[in-house]
């Protein structure tokens, strides 16, 4: 059984970092692209950034390009976010996500019905 936990969130300033990681446990972690999502308070989630099975092909959402950076370490079974010049607006519960199917580019996480597990979420709280 594939679990994923995200750790990292906290409370930061507008214009500071935070950096969120997300450990997998379970399955094979380097088969498969990763992604952040965001769901802020009455609102759907959303999409944040994807990376693919090898690390390569990085994709954002308009709104973070520039300032977001994903990564991953297939040793580790780590995917990592920095997250610099934070705004209010990022302010949600950040969640991981695996591919349901391996091989592809992190642009299939942004398709219906293509994540195959999800993290439990850390609370990102950006203040002004």
């Known amino acids: 059984q594939v679990q994923l936990v995200e750790f990292g969130g906290g409370l930061v300033q507008a214009g500071g970092s935070l950096r969120l990681s997300c450990t997998s446990s379970?399955?094979?972690?380097?088969?498969?692209?990763m992604g952040w999502f965001r769901q802020a308070p009455g609102k759907e989630r959303e999409f944040v950034a994807a990376i693919s099975w090898s690390g390569g092909s990085p994709s954002y959402t308009d709104s973070v390009k520039g300032r977001f950076t994903i990564s991953r370490n297939n040793a580790a079974r780590t995917l990592n976010l920095q997250m610099n010049s934070l705004k209010p607006e990022d302010t949600a519960v950040y969640y991981c996500?695996?591919?349901?199917?391996?091989?592809?580019?992190?642009?299939?996480?942004?398709?219906?019905?293509?994540?195959?597990?999800w993290g439990q979420g850390t609370q990102v709280t950006v203040s002004s």
């Open positions: 379970g399955g094979t972690f380097s088969n498969y692209a």
């Open positions: 996500a695996r591919a349901r199917t391996a091989w592809t580019t992190g642009t299939t996480l942004q398709k219906p019905g293509e994540i195959g597990y």
